[in-house]
Structure formats: structure tokens, C-alpha cells
């Protein structure tokens, strides 16, 4: 009996050392997935498709390191916690942004724009953000009428001043540090003559100060120097795109009102500059010229880049969605997409396709949705200037008061806005986009291919869109794409 119970207890442990042996070694495989796998990362579908000019074949990562093929190193990277801690601030500064303020923005731009652009065949591009906020500022500094017809204009409803005030704090504050993959920079200053300064009141001041975090600067407005440090300032905050927004100051100019707006971003996903190609474009009179047109070598991994097609006015519109960075900021365009050689005359002008936005008041139902797909995007290169007087467009949407002696009678009895400048750059290639505006407000006192797809062959509408808020950046057509290295 104690022969057959040893018996039992020696199989028992020969059992239990042959499991322990060989279950060691699965235990292990099991509990390290990875182990065998370390060096095979390039097999990985976010290792299949990118398109960057440099050739690497690795990142699909919406996060903007273009040609990044260490994938690890690549979500160790926008996993860090101070990049996710400032992802965080900036995206509740954007939460924080009202539906009103946002709504309030893209109809001013909208607006506006449609009076520049419509009937003009010239490439323009306007900032609804720089514009909005020099507006706001200058909106400080009105009262009773003047105040109310600001309002009524600019879009602000019910809302008054303080909350106003407060919403354009929060989305200056959404700006900053956004995304690591780009650089958004807003930048606010008063200038005003130092003999006048002390006649300006502290509120006035104060708010812009707090709100808008301008800076204060006092100068001597006879000195021609002073032209120089206002031009010089706009250079810094524009990073050189734009070196100058005044030629001189006039006798009765006392204070100037300036934003300016500083964006380059890359796109999550580099155009290919290898498949970069000459190719007709064909311009509002019908006549042809050549254009330099980016495209991807492959389709099939486009992540972020969405492609929608749509109805107006009976014809078909294409457009196109390209993300930058993390995907919280995006370039849209939207062309007529009739076949290369259909007449001139009977095919949707861009002019058309911008009064239909226009009509809408927001972009609503034109915002491109469809899943990633083989269809082509040839977006031409483009590179251009513009500058514009906003002062008789303001006056034709219902701004009267403001350019009358006292406008601006809450900042100052007797002050009033006799000039508004708006200036923008634009540079957009196979890398990303780089794009800046400045507003200066001068106060006085006393092809053959069909759907699906995005060719932009004919005149286009563009947007740079902060995905998170929908506020809008830039907004521009362009009617001739040319572009100087």
C-alpha cells in the first residue's frame, strides 16, 4: 500500500516537472508578445505608406513627423506628458470657445471675403481671425450707436463686451500650443502717440491688455522713425512674411490697432515632390497656363486626407480635406469638377461656389466625410500676397459710426477708426503651409480625369480650419496658381 501511494507521489512530480518545463517557456512567449516581434516593425500597416518627399516609407501618423518610420519613437513622442499636457490646456481653451463667437467669426469672414473676391480674377485670401480680433479690439473702444452697429455687423448678438471680450481670451489662448507640429502664433499691440497717451482711457487699455494680451507701446507720432518700429514689429510677429503694413502716419493719427497672424504647419502626410508635375490650369476666361501640380505617388494610405463630392447648382463640386500636424487644423479647397474640356461657360465659377458659402453663412453639409480612398488629389503649388483697405467694406455691411468723428468716443471723446488695413501671405507646397495676416486699424482723433477625385484645374476656394472649434484661420480662391522659389 505505502509501495503504491510512493508510486503515485513519484508520478505526481515527474508530472508536475514536465508541466513546469515546457509551460515555462509558454508562459513566456505568452507574457511577452513583443519579444519575437521588436525587429519586425517595419511590416506594421502604419509602416506602409507614407508619401514624403524624402522617400521614407513609414509613417501614416496624423502627428506630423514627416518621413518618420520609428514608429515607437513616434507615439513615445506625442505621448510625452508635458506635449500632452499642453494638447490638454489648449484643446479645454478650445472647448471653451462658444458655437456664437465661432458662428459669429465665419459670417464676418464669409462676408467680407465675398465682397473682396466675387468678380475679381485675381488670387486673394483674407484672415476672418486677425480681422475678428482687431474688430473686437477696436469694438472696445465704441460706445452707444457706434457700439450697436458693431455689434450688429461683427455678429455679436445678445453677447456684450465683457463676454466678448472673454470668449476671444479663450480663443487666443486655444492658439497656443495647439500642436507641436506647428507654429500658431497671435500677436496684438496699441500704438499710440506718446503726446496723446495720457488722454486714451485706462480701461480701454486695460481690457486690451488683459483680454487680448496686447502690448502698449508709446511713440512720437511725427517721427518717422516710428513707422519703422510699428513695420518692424509686424515683420517679427509675421516671421518676415510680411515687413510692412504702414508707409507713413498721417497728422491726425494718434493710436493704431494691429493683430497679426503667424501659421506654418506640415501636413500629417508630405505631398510626394517626385510626383510633382507641369500641367494645364485653366482660367476663369477659358485660356489656359501652366501650373505645377502635387499629387502622391500612392493613395491607398492617406490618413486624415478625406474626399467629398457635392451638388451646387446643379453641378458637381469636389473638395478636398488635407490635416496637418495632429489633425486639429486642416486645409480645405473646393473646385468645379466637370471633365478638362467641358466649355467654359457652362462649368460653375469659383465665384458661384463662394456665394453658395456665403448664402449658407457656415460650412455646414460641405465639410468632405468620405473614408480614405484611391482617389487622386492634384492640388497646384501656390504662392502670393495680398493686401487690402477694409474700410468701405465695412461700410457697406452696416459700420457707419465708427468712421465718424467720436466712434470711438469710449476709448476717447473726440477719436474715430479712419483706416483699416488687411494684409495676408500664403505659401502652400508639398511640405505644408505657411501663411501669415496682419490688420491695422488706424484711429484719427478731431483636366481629363472625372470623379471621383480632387483636381484643381479650374479656380478654387480655400480654408485653414481649426478642426476643434471650427474657427477659421485663413480663406482665400485662387484664380492663377504661381509659385517662385
Known sequence: MKRD????LAAALVLFLM??????????????????????????????????????TGDTDPDGDIGDTETDDDNGDTEDPAVMQAYSVADAHAEAVSAEIVEANTRLGLNIFEKLAVGKHENIMISPLSISIAMAMAANGTENESLAEMKEVLGYGEMDLPTVNEQFRELIASLVSADKDLVLEVANSIWVDEIFSEEIRDEFITVLEESYDAELFKADF?????????NSWV????????????????????MHLINAVYFKAAWSIAFD????????????????????????????????????????????VAGVRIPYGRDAFAFYAYVANPSFEAAIDGVLTVDEIISNFVKKGNFTGYMPSAAPNYYKIH???????????LVEIFKSLGVEKLFEDGGMSAAHSALYVSGITHKTYIDVNEEGTEASAVTDIEADVGGPENFPGFYGRRPFFFFIRDERNGTILFMGKVEKPEYEE
Open 19 to 56: 508541466a513546469a518545463c515546457g509551460g515555462g517557456d509558454k508562459n513566456d512567449e505568452d507574457a511577452q508578445p513583443d519579444g519575437d516581434t521588436t525587429d519586425s516593425g517595419t511590416v506594421e500597416p502604419t509602416d506602409t505608406g507614407d508619401t514624403a518627399p524624402d522617400g521614407d
Open 222 to 230: 511725427g517721427d518717422d522713425e516710428t513707422v519703422e518700429l510699428i
Open 235 to 254: 515683420a517679427e510677429k509675421t516671421h518676415d512674411k510680411i515687413d510692412k503694413i504702414i508707409d507713413s502716419i498721417g497728422p491726425q493719427t494718434v
Open 5 to 8: 501511494i510512493f508510486k503515485l
Open 379 to 389: 492640388l497646384p503649388k501656390f504662392k502670393f500676397e495680398y493686401k487690402e483697405s
Open 273 to 316: 515632390k517626385e510626383a510633382t508635375f507641369t500641367a494645364k490650369f485653366i482660367l476663369a476666361d477659358g485660356t489656359l497656363t501652366d501650373a505645377e501640380y502635387m499629387g502622391f505617388k500612392e493613395y491607398s494610405s492617406l490618413n486624415g486626407v478625406k474626399y467629398g463630392d457635392y451638388v451646387i447648382s446643379d453641378q458637381d
